[in-house]
């Protein structure tokens, strides 16, 4: 057989297809080649930079020398094609598919509940599959190998005499010569992995062979200067030198240098170099121990973690779902890659692709005026600003749309990811001057949504119905990742300025807060994020007296809109931040200011409404004591005072986070249901799923009231043409209401079906279905919620806005090293009020999520702006989220039991609440710097703004080398970036 590297054309193989490519392009990348030429769907468009993972495939090649195969993975949409010759690229669709065999890494995938929008889960079983053929599918985050973990995990398997002998001839060899050089690199980035470094350093040192005289050295310093800087003068000054410590210990902080003379046994080890001075503290009795931090490594544990929820009553009958932990609807084919999304649709004949062409610059300016704050009262005073910058929702799927014009009665049909349909279908009605009842909107699921597909895409959706009705084509428009986030924008940034009154034991008496958002060119959503920030900034506190005012600012930049949390994860910041203040004034923690002033009894928020706030006092209280807090903060002030460039620090947050709409009309939903004979159910409903698990839960629901197995039931999409006039996915509602409709319209159908139950109790679901057809029973029924009973009068500053609130506390410890900045999170504790959980898996799911993307708002997400407002941060290569990296090394969630009798099953909406509760992390970082502040001599009452990065906090922890720091003058040059909040 020829050898195909012979062969001049491009020959490889994609899931054990042979693909021979006479002419490629060069420029064509393998995503573009198996989404449009081979028509493999699965693996999905996410980012375009090699950011997200969702492109990610295996690539296989024969390596003659070892005669093994090797594998390793790719993000399809950095590779082209013209590399892959000779090589075997398995896709997901390569891994398994429902239609022929599920693989069970895929399998496993689903069924553990690891899923949600499902948009990156195509690029995880490639991945995996990977990692399982280079035998490292059980590595952990240390990089050690199921093998070499085995005798501490099996201890009754493992046998040493199954092992062959070690030849050490057979050990990799390492030259000799290179026993005398010595590398060094340091690296600061925005997180862990795949982050471009924001300071980095890299040495290396050669001496001569037995001596201590320098032959070679090289230092670089990046990021400091436009390209990178040796220093060449430093390096050539010092070649030839013998090493001289003397000048080295006349450098502020150097209490002593350890070199080999100092060692009193053998020196002579492989492997990395260890400083254990633990092991005997009488070998180095000149270092305090606290410094010895300084050269310890800031390695990550591997996560673990663990889940408690409410168990389901032993009488419940065994085929109601309701309160298990069911897995996703879609969650194989979330696994498989076979979910279909608006880019995945087949193309359509005459089919043309739509492009946005951007504004290059921003030039309105920026205006703000600010009132003076009044009296306060007596008692002790303080007053300060919080800013809170902005969040990219970086949804997965990019804004999607298939516009599709009807050859007859001006109709239109529309494909696409949205939060609200209705909010499209009006958009596009008006652009086309059609009656709202020829536009079709069908939404089947989206990648992810945040917010941020509430009302965006009703105005790029009527760019491409205007643009398939003037073409009279269909128009697919999925917008680049770069133009998603310069269009689209985000969280409102937020600028917080407060003035409190307290007394000396940390009663808080007054307290007078202003809020600024920065809303953006165009009102859109911004209106009511501001009343629900100025509603829900007391948080979980009683302050007796209490001013709020809150201002949408009109700016030049993109308009902010609609984003998880919707306001209360900035102004319950700045809340937080103003209980650390008196805490810190006080000389207590800030727990103890938190106890002090939270809700007691049943009590009255700012605006008159009453609650109960057992269950916040409940989650408090678990809080504090399941996660050992004052024990682990004892044991963090100890480690701190052993440890002067590393610090630990704890905080507990609580949260009284409200559900749904001030205005009745936005919490109505309504829902469709048809029987057909032969016992089988069709449900839709006005709710979208985004992957929270919407459509699940309302599957399980049906269930329930029609008494029948979930296989049974089935739920296609959401659609204007089924569920007209529906409200949009959003406020952690979408259960609530739509749950009501679906539960309400099985009802109404279980009343006809009861007389013909009555007769033939004993029957059987399609006995009683095929008799009521006989009878000419109406098997289909409409259900509707009419909504919860809210308002608020602005006029009067009071009324029940919100149906119910939703209470949790949160305990995170962190560790800081004070000499980067960088942090790592150690732990953290959740405890969430979630009533009765419908369905604890996809509920915790939420909680998780939610709080991973907190603490990613709080911590390293940052977005960049030009002094003339253009953003930088267009991708995964400029903006971070959190990673796998950045979770707890030891994470606990509890869904606290409790009862809410006004919602669905006594359940509670837990889609938000978990957003804010990642600022515990922030707070912990908070308390790490304060310790080192103190040990400094420095107060430790500072602003820590968010995000909390790593360039903010190194500088927050001042020391003798932040001081060497010269202070440029601002008046002197034009920023690179500046902050909007």
């Known amino acids: 057989m020829p050898s195909i590297f012979r062969s001049d054309e491009l020959i490889f193989f994609v899931n054990g297809r042979k693909v021979i490519e006479k002419n490629p392009d060069p420029e064509r990348n393998l995503l573009f080649y198996v989404r449009r ?109 199921f093998v070499s973990r085995e005798e501490k995990m099996c201890t009754k398997l493992y046998n040493e005499d199954e092992f062959q002998p070690l030849d050490p001839s057979q050990e990799p060899i390492f030259p000799p010569e290179l026993i005398w050089q010595f590398v060094s690199g340091l690296r600061l980035a925005q997180r862990r ?44 000054q010092l070649i030839g030198r013998s090493l001289d410590v003397s000048e080295a210990l006349k450098c502020p902080g150097v209490v002593d240098v350890i070199t080999a003379e100092d060692v009193p046994g053998d020196n002579n080890h492989s492997g990395e170099i260890f400083f254990a001075q633990s092991e005997d503290p009488q070998k180095f009795p000149d270092i305090p121990e606290k410094f010895v931090s300084a050269l310890d490594d800031f390695p990550i544990g591997t996560p673990q973690g663990i889940q408690m929820f409410q168990c389901v009553d032993p009488s419940q009958p065994q085929q109601d779902p309701v309160g298990h932990p069911v897995m996703h609807q879609s969650a194989i084919k979330h696994a498989t890659g076979e979910a279909i999304y608006v880019a995945d649709m087949p193309p359509i004949d005459q089919e043309l692709l739509l492009v946005v062409v951007t504004s290059s610059r921003a030039h309105a300016k920026i205006t703000r005026t600010e009132e003076e704050i009044g009296s ?50 009006e958009y596009v009605s008006a652009a086309l001057k059609v009656p709202r009842s020829r536009i079709a909107c069908h939404m089947k699921r989206t990648g992810g949504a945040f917010g941020g597909k509430v009302t965006k895409p009703a105005l790029l959706g009527a760019v491409a119905a205007v643009a398939a009705n003037k073409t009279g084509r269909p128009i697919r428009f999925v917008l680049e990742r770069g133009d998603d986030m310069l269009i689209t924008a985000g969280r409102h940034p937020l600028l917080g300025k407060y003035k409190i009154g307290f007394m000396n034991n940390g009663e808080i008496t007054a307290a007078d807060v202003e809020y600024y958002i920065n809303g953006g060119c165009t009102p859109d959503e911004s209106e009511l994020v501001i009343e629900f920030i100025v509603l829900k900034s007391e948080n979980a506190y009683y302050i007796p007296n209490f001013r709020c005012r809150g201002r949408a600012c009109k700016t030049n930049l993109p308009s902010n809109t609609a984003f998880r949390g919707f306001g209360f994860p900035q102004a319950t910041l700045v809340v937080e931040a103003y209980i650390t203040a008196v805490a810190s004034k006080c000389n207590l923690l800030p727990e103890e200011v938190k106890e002090i002033n939270m809700y007691k009894t049943t ?163 399609e006995e009683w279905v095929a008799k009521a057809f006989e009878e000419s029973i109406s098997l289909s029924a409409t259900g509707y919620f009419k909504g919860y009973q809210t308002n608020m009068d602005w006029e009067k500053e009071e009324g029940d806005a919100y149906p119910y609130y939703v209470y949790g506390a949160a305990c995170s410890e962190v560790e800081v090293d004070c000499l980067t900045g960088a942090h790592k999170l150690l732990r953290t504790d959740i405890f969430m009020d979630a009533a009765f959980s419908i369905n604890p898996a996809l509920d915790v799911g939420q909680v998780e999520g939610a709080f991973i993307q907190g603490m990613g708002f709080y911590t390293i997400e940052e977005l960049k702006y030009s002094p003339k407002g253009v953003l930088y941060s267009r991708g995964p290569d400029s903006y971070k989220i959190p990673t796998v990296t950045e979770i707890p090394e030891e994470f606990y969630v509890t869904l606290v039991h409790s009862r809410n009798p006004i919602a669905i099953y006594s359940s509670k909406g837990l889609g938000e609440a978990g957003m804010f509760l990642g600022s515990s992390v922030l707070f912990a970082i908070y308390d790490a710097v304060a310790a080192a502040r103190k040990e400094r001599g420095l107060s430790d009452t500072f602003p820590l703004n968010s995000p909390a990065t790593p360039e903010v906090i190194r500088m927050s922890c001042t020391d003798q080398f932040t001081d060497m720091i010269p202070r440029d003058d601002p008046s002197t040059f034009t920023p690179w970036s500046i902050h909007v909040s």
């Not at 001569?208 to 230092?219: A, F, S, V, Y």
């Open 37 to 145: 030429v081979l028509h493999l769907r699965g693996t999905k468009y996410g980012c375009g930079g090699g950011g997200c993972g969702a492109c990610t495939v295996m690539v296989s090649r024969y390596d003659p020398k070892s005669k093994k195969i090797h594998h390793y993975p790719a993000t399809a949409c950095l590779v082209p094609i013209c590399s892959l010759h000779g090589a075997a690229i398995t896709t997901v669709e390569g891994v398994g598919s429902i239609k022929k065999r599920i693989h069970p890494v895929q399998e496993r995938l689903a069924k553990c509940h690891g899923t949600q929008c499902g948009f990156c889960s195509p690029g995880m079983g490639p991945t995996v599959c990977q990692m399982k053929g280079s035998g490292k599918c059980c590595m952990d985050l240390e990089e050690k190998s």
């Open 193 to 236: 992995e795949n982050s471009v470094a924001i300071v980095n350093a890299g040495m290396s040192v050669e001496f001569e062979e037995g001596t201590n005289t320098i032959k070679d050295l090289r230092m670089f310093f990046g990021s400091v200067a436009p390209t990178v800087v040796s220093a060449r003068q430093t390096c050539t």
């Open 376 to 425: 306060l009262g007596t008692g002790v005073r303080e007053g300060c600003e919080v800013h809170v910058e902005g969040q990219e929702h970086f949804y997965l799927e990019t804004q999607s749309i298939l516009a599709i014009p009807q050859t007859e009665d001006k109709e239109m049909v529309l494909h696409l990811g949205t939060q609200f349909p209705t909010h499209v279908q």
């Open 603 to 765: 009590s009255k928020t700012a605006y008159k409404q009453t609650f109960d706030p057992e269950p916040l006092r409940r989650c408090w209280k678990e809080c504090l004591e399941k996660s050992s807090f004052y024990a682990r903060k004892q044991a963090a002030e100890k480690f701190n005072k052993k440890n002067y460039w590393k610090k630990r620090g704890l905080a507990v947050t609580p949260m009284k986070f409200s559900i749904g709409m001030p205005t009745t009309f936005y919490n109505q939903a309504a829902a469709l249901v048809h029987i057909y004979i032969d016992g089988s159910v069709l449900l839709t409903h006005g709710g979208c799923e985004l992957g929270q698990g919407l459509h699940t839960k309302m599957i399980q629901v049906a269930s329930r009231e029609l008494n029948i197995p979930q296989s049974y039931v089935h739920l296609s999409e959401t659609s204007t043409v089924t569920v007209p006039n529906a409200v949009f996915t959003a406020a952690s509602m979408g259960t609530d209401i739509n749950g009501k409709a679906v539960q309400n319209a099985c009802q109404i159908l279980m009343e006809r079906l009861s007389p013909i139950i009555e007769k033939n109790p004993k029957g059987k679901w």
